[in-house]
């Protein structure tokens, strides 16, 4: 029998807890161009206030708000216009009493003036007078220097994932170097007797090395630095020191196992013999993915897929991406991307005793996103293929039925 | 005044409907492992089926189907049990007449064998004996050669973006190469005298040149190729032959547009003046971005973005994006991803004659999720950056009430 079945399956949210035991991978200092999608290994204190100096918050006129004072439909105050400040330069004069400059949103406010009276309480008369049928208090209509973004402030804390607009924040005010978390390396290695390399024909029961391939692009999408380290066969001196190889030049470790019972025991005690090696988790209560391993050799985590490629792939989703975000640096976040809602097509019956991740495929009919589940053994991949993401039925329900309302994980965010 | 007011504004579906005169850029083709996220180029048929031999569809017993025939509950039939298939290697014989062999699902079913009886149905006699409770149909329970994926049949059609699971099924397939459209290179220029290098420290009413930085991790992150052609001042010479010379590097130029009227004529004056250029739009139905320029050079686009950073962000994120995805030969596809639903927590006006793009950002109070407006002038990035998505109110309405359910686009996918 399968000793797999005497040990306790572990829930994906054990499992989870405890990755809080794996620190982050050390961090590096890169320019601000190749920041983007990087994750902050340090909290970015503004340098600079913004804005670094007053601006009109509306579209309107430079005033003294004295010049203002009284003034109303019935009884508009007159200021002399002597000419404009144009957006991004410096103001051509101050404004004096009884002045007033026009200007733009975001313009600069020009020495002298401390409000802005807003176009619509205005009027432009031919003789270079404006009417002004508002009074406005001091700072009215101005964004003051810092009331943006003070000097010193946070502006980014450490653990967020850099957006384009974030870079270009900082590149307002003149962040030229961040310190980012390095991008983890990845080691994924192939076991088993029956995996041949991509370009070999296999024989009878043979298979190519795909979960290798697919594993190393979740990875690159994921932010991190995937290596292939080959295929080993089944023997425990061979796979030993393949693993002890991997350890030493990568931040997290994935062993993509051979799916017969022989060959996970196998890698099960190769994990062992590392000096320094705990296994965490031998078997998890998530269908497809039950023979997935977690194990910390010192402060490094080891991942043991299972055999069957949907399996290897959808444990990498629900489990293997939340280890690589930990490694990453990346804070815990809400999540609001990345789903979609749709109605279940066709009752789904649940697996007891393990949380089930279904793959489905959505179609739209009229106003109606349907999410078709799509069945096949997890040693195929096209069924994987043919989906565009997974729904999850809850360990200790008995299922979905037909017409439930699902949220719907997609692959690849749904880009 | 401004000359854009008396040219007619174009609505975001003109624009886009503009986009089919420019073809995808060529293609060249690559290894596997570096394929994930790249965009197809040609059709990859199957090179071979799958699966290449009979596999068990169930755990269970592989027959000869008329060895079965009459069994049931109270008539059993008896087989000899020859031992087992295991998984991903060749069967150790072949069945004969009376004889079967226990096989995991999607192991090879044996020569002389056409079908599997389900474990359920069976017992497992202490001597060796099989009892078969059910007759079985030739090929029942079995997944014949082909039946997953024929030869010759079309895997992924050109214009899918590779995801990790289609390079984990090309693999398996031995499919080594592909061929791929090359990434987009993209200039980014950045025009106007009130621009300011990263490292310099801005005089009054000098901005430092935040644009460009934002823009290409946008392009970055949506599969192109940026590279920084630096600032040119507002100088038609200047501006045309940098223009010039960025067409001939790249297959996409971005000229991020000096905020002022006049900067925005010489930007304009200058792609006019380019041999084969044709101004397709000079202004959009859009707010922010109603100073944005489309341009044809030859067959190459020129997108001219509004100066303010917000609005350029926002231009990139609804025009730049499909814009790089039509010359990436990305297919067009459904959109299910990138958006969250979710309740508008005040009132928004819309813009008259405009679509308007409102920057929200989210929050979750008990079950349900708001989109709160983050209101701010599009000369600010603090704003942008707060915020996790955009909602648009679409042209010709008044805007949206409080409490209305809306689809927030979010920034980077939600990731």
Chains 1, 2 share one sequence.
Request: avoid cysteine; proline fraction near 10%.
């Amino acid at each position: 029998m399968n000793p797999l079945e005497f040990f306790r399956l572990q829930t994906r949210e054990e499992v989870l807890a405890l990755y809080d035991r794996f620190p982050p991978v050390g961090a590096e200092e890169v320019d601000l161009a190749g920041a983007g999608g990087r994750v902050l290994a340090a909290d970015v204190p503004a340098p600079e206030a913004v804005p670094s100096f007053p601006r009109a918050s509306m579209d309107g006129y430079a005033v003294r708000a004295r010049d203002t004072f009284g003034a109303g439909p019935a009884a508009p105050q007159y200021l002399e216009i002597k000419g404009e400040v144009p957006m991004a330069a410096a103001p051509p004069q101050a404004v004096g009493p009884g002045e007033t400059l026009r200007l733009p949103t975001g313009a600069m406010l020009p020495a002298g003036a401390d409000a802005v009276v807003m176009l619509e309480y205005t009027d432009e008369h031919p003789d270079g007078t404006l009417e002004v049928r508002r009074a406005v208090a001091p700072g009215e209509n101005v964004l003051q220097p810092g009331e943006d973004v003070r000097r010193g402030e946070v502006l980014f804390a450490a653990g967020r994932r850099l957006l384009p607009q974030d870079l270009g924040l900082l590149a307002a005010l003149g962040v030229a170097r961040v310190q980012v978390f390095r991008r983890p390396r990845v080691a994924i290695l192939s076991s088993g007797d029956e995996i041949v390399p991509l370009n070999a024909s296999p024989g009878p029961g043979q298979v190519r090395d795909s979960n290798a391939y697919l594993a190393a692009a979740q990875v690159q999408e994921w932010g991190g630095l995937p290596f292939l380290q080959g295929i080993v066969p089944d023997d425990f001196a061979a796979l030993k020191s393949a693993l002890a190889a991997a350890l030493k030049e990568a931040d997290l470790v994935l062993v993509s196992g051979g799916s017969s019972v022989g060959a996970r025991d196998l890698t099960l005690a190769a994990i062992q013999a590392l000096p320094g090696a705990q296994v965490l988790v031998h078997g998890v209560a998530i269908r497809p993915g039950k023979p997935t391993i977690l194990a910390a050799v010192g402060e490094k985590p080891l991942l043991g897929l299972p055999g069957h490629p949907a399996s290897a792939a959808i444990v990498m989703e629900v489990l293997g991406r939340p280890l690589l975000e930990r490694l990453s640096g990346l804070a815990p976040r809400p999540s609001w991307g990345g789903t979609v809602p749709a109605l279940l097509s066709r009752n789904l019956a649940g697996a007891t005793g393990r949380e089930d991740w279904v793959r489905v495929r959505l179609r739209q009919e009229g106003d109606t996103l349907w999410a078709d589940p799509v069945l096949g053994p997890s040693g195929l991949l096209s069924p994987l293929v043919k989906s565009h993401g997974l729904v999850m039925i809850p360990l200790g329900t008995e299922g979905l039925p037909r017409g439930e309302m699902v949220t719907v994980r997609l692959f690849g965010g749904g880009d």
